[in-house]
């Protein structure tokens, strides 16, 4: 068992990260609640596999629970189902003192979140992430959204859970599409943070994609730490927490334009920092071996590093309506050396249209 605190303003918590066993859990569940009075959230896949498990370890220590299972995937993160969890909400009569679990990757993560932060002002929120990106992002650092039609994560707060509780094991029924998009997020904290962290990654990945469980765990460890340590320091996103976003203008761009059905947001957030780094290589911030040790590694994770058929103006107008920008300006996070980026937000639109063709 690992535990990391997240030291945040508005509410300090611990990320717990262990393997096999969900003891642990009901154990550090009573220290985070005000009242037995739970409601957990999660969407149909992981209500097959994983509910039954909290649903006899909640009744056996009398927790008055219920469930709300939603469909899987981006469309769930919709104020049309955030509008159904408010009903079962009051279905089950959820008061000030109760708690929302969010059981399940990024979209229930987000979602149930944003419900857990809206209904009654504010109620408790604790996430048990069951995907690799889940596990070493989303879950971690309190923004909660949905989407709206035009613009996603637009509608949303920072609100921060009272504990994440993390099993490994829950990896292992993960289709191999959403584990690698994981492995993208991975890569990234390597590229905005930590140049050791990235020269360990290309050094071990080979255990992660085979998910040898203590490479496994490191890596999900040190995410996570770096992750809270940003998030410590900027929790409401005033300056240095943006850098969490290396690879996010350009991927919720691919995102968006693709209707969120062709690619994973890991595989966006991939080709996302390929195309970034790319523009950092075009303003002489890096030399071209930085984006190609990038695109090896992505590769070997079976992560995409080329787009095909999108046009680029669609992409920029996508990227017009990204939450970073300040006025008019399109703002990007680029590397400029070894596990360092920085913001920017004058970038050449002639230039950004050649890199996208490229
Ligand atoms: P997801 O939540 O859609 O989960 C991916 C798929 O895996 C779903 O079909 C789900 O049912 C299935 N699944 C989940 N756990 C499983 C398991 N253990 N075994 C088998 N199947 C399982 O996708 P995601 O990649 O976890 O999250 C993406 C979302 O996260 C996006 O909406 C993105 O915007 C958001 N996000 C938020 C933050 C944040 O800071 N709040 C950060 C990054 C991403
Ligand atoms: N995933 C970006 C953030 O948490 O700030």
């Known amino acids: 068992m690992k535990k990391i605190y997240v030291d945040t303003c508005s509410r300090p918590y611990h990320i717990y990260i262990t393997q096999k066993d969900w003891n642990p859990f009901i154990e550090y569940l009573g220290e985070c609640v005000r009242s037995k009075k739970l409601l957990v959230v999660c969407d149909e896949n992981v209500y097959r596999l994983y509910y039954p498990i909290m649903d006899n370890m909640l009744s056996k220590y009398g927790y008055k629970h219920s469930v709300a299972v939603v469909p899987p995937g ?22 000030r003192d109760s708690t929302i679990i969010a059981l399940g990757g990024g979209v229930v993560g987000d979602l149930a979140g944003f419900i857990a932060a809206t209904y009654m002002r504010g109620i408790g929120f604790i996430q048990i992430p069951t ?18 039609p035009n613009a996603k994560n637009i509608i949303g707060a920072f609100y921060q859970p009272s504990m994440v509780y ?25 590229y905005i943070w930590d140049g050791d962290f990235l020269e360990w990654l290309e050094d071990n ?55 969120y059905k062709v690619y994973t947001h890991g595989e966006g957030v991939a080709l996302g920092m390929v195309y970034e780094t790319k523009i950092a290589y075009n303003l002489g911030l890096i030399d ?3 984006v190609r040790k990038l695109i090896h590694l992505l590769e070997r994770c079976s992560l995409p590093t080329k787009l095909h058929g999108i046009d680029s103006s669609i992409l920029i107008d996508k990227m017009v309506l990204d939450k970073k920008n300040r006025g008019d300006n399109i703002v990007f996070i680029l590397p400029t050396g070894t596990g360092k980026v920085d913001s920017f937000s004058d970038i050449d639109i002639n230039m950004l249209n050649s890199v996208l063709q490229d």
């Open 74 to 95: 981006e469309d769930t993160k919709s104020l049309k189902h955030a509008n159904s969890l408010y009903t079962a909400a009051l279905d089950a009569h959820l008061d």
């Open 166 to 190: 993390i099993n490994i094991d829950t990896l292992t029924t993960l289709p191999r599409q959403e584990f690698t998009g994981g492995l993208a997020e991975l890569i990234k904290y390597g």
């Open 205 to 259: 990945i080979d255990g992660i994609l085979a998910y040898d469980v203590d490479t496994l765990s490191y890596a999900i460890y040190k995410a996570c730490t770096i992750k809270s340590h940003i998030v410590e320091m900027d929790e409401d996103e005033q300056g240095i927490r943006a850098i969490l976003n290396f690879g996010h203008t350009v991927g919720h761009a691919i995102e968006a334009a693709t209707g």
């Open 288 to 290: 071209y071996n930085y």
């Open 131 to 148: 995907t690799l990106l889940a596990q070493i992002d989303s879950s971690i650092g309190g923004k909660v959204a949905v989407n709206h």
